[in-house]
């Protein structure tokens, strides 16, 4: 194995593609190195792009949307302000992964576009429909998060390609967004079930869902919703969890799977339609206090 | 091609030695330089080549927190990082913290032994540069907020409170001298 430290975006990808297949792009390692250690990949090239002087800047933020650079730290997503009120979803995503030291380190790019169907901020970027876009020696094309994951681990980024930004729409006015995890533990543990809701002004809902599926699973968008009325939003949960297809795994049995995504959807879905237009600053929702 | 050939080939392949790169970086305020084969972590390059052996190697794969280093002053798992990555920044071990002090233990250091947060001590110098990393972004922490902070830092012996009790103890000094 090789460890090389391009400072262009050409010279990365023209390492990626001159190996491609066995070449991994390296920006927090804290997925690849443990997955190096375990010999669970075993590059033959380490093409470490935080060096790389024309990426996209960690955080742009633009009239009407943040577009988001592959250096850019969970840490630095839970920290901007602008984040925090336009996505509260994102933020709280970031800010369960792993540990603070961990955060520091790891990619939000690489984190939401390694495939994982347990990865936390995926959720939240297919409901709030982020688009990346993907660089190669042929050029760049953008595709929607929630056509990217094609199975588990596999995505439209393929051999002697990467992810260069992550562009995620500005919210409609009125409308906001909650993520909920639940994990056997706190903290530095992989999610059991994850749900993201974006609601809308007039009750619309969209929902990401982890870990319920070999992908992270869009639900909704529904139709307007009374959200006072518990049998519409008991009718809104069936929606938007309808293509969710939980399994038996070592952090939990189907069966209670199932039911925990329901009552992670169902407050999900009223924390995100609280939070519309609200005055106060959001307060983010922390493991735990659910 | 023989058996024996293939064979001679195969051991030819695995003798080839990996390409090392070249590591220049400040380690608790002196100027180091090394060569690193590209898998070699930040902690194993501190703790062998380097001799910083305070930065502890337990789970190697950030989930306890003990190989804790702070690199441009951001509290980071050196397990996770190559030490290759590690070239131009600059690293703070938990030996480089009581630098300037007559004892050679900072005042968080001190904390922890007055607040008997030692127990087997293994743990220690993780949850010392994690707990300085804390203070340094929070310098008034909340117990919660102290827990959330050192989460990724783990003790068997379980003596958290007074791991706890030791920050908040470095803070009101540190509140008393400012």
Known sequence: MRYYRPTTTAEAVAALAGEAGTARVL?????????????????????????????RPPIDVESRAITFG????????????????????????????????????????????????????????????????????????????RDFFLGSRRTLCGPGEMVTSLRVPRPADGSSSCFLRMTRRRGVDLATVSV????????RATAGLGAVGPVTLLGGPTGPVALWSEAEVENMVDELLSPATPIEDVRAGQTYRA???????????????????????????QEGDS | MTTQDSRHSVRNAAVVPDELNEVECTVNGARARFSVPPHRTLMDALRYQLDLTGTKTCCAEGECGACTVLVDGVGVNSCLMLAAEAD?????????????????????????????????????PGQVVAAE????????????????????????????????????????KRSHHD
């Open chain 1, 196 to 203: 993201a809701a974006v609601v809308e002004r007039d009750g």
């Open chain 2, 88 to 124: 131009g920044s600059t690293i703070t071990t938990v030996e480089g913290l009581g630098l300037d002090t007559p004892s050679g233990l900072s005042d968080l250091q001190e904390s922890f032994l007055e607040a008997g947060a030692v127990q087997c001590g293994f743990c220690i």
């Open chain 2, 133 to 172: 990393y804390l203070l340094r972004g929070n310098p008034s922490p909340t117990v919660e907020e102290i827990r959330e902070g050192m989460s990724g830092n783990l003790c068997r012996c379980a003596g958290y409170q007074r791991i706890v009790a030791a920050v908040q103890m470095t803070a009101r």
């Open chain 1, 70 to 145: 592959p250096t850019v730290t969970m840490s630095a997503v839970a920290a901007d302000p602008t984040v925090r009120e336009w996505f509260p979803s994102l933020a709280e995503a970031a800010l369960v992964v792993g540990s603070v030291a961990i955060r520091n380190r790891a990619s939000l790019i690489a984190n939401s576009a390694n495939g994982s169907p347990a990865a936390d901020t995926a959720p939240p970027l297919v409901a709030l429909d982020a688009s990346v876009t993907i660089a190669s020696t042929s050029g760049e094309r953008t595709v929607r998060l």
């Open chain 1, 27 to 55: 920006v927090g390692g804290t997925d690849l190195l443990v997955a190096l250690r375990h010999r669970t990949v075993e590059p033959s090239l380490l093409v470490d792009i935080k060096r790389v002087r024309d990426l």
């Open chain 1, 259 to 285: 039911a925990m995504l329901r009552v992670l959807a169902r407050r999900a879905v009223l924390c995100a339609a609280g939070r519309r237009d609200a005055r106060e600053p959001i307060r983010l929702t």
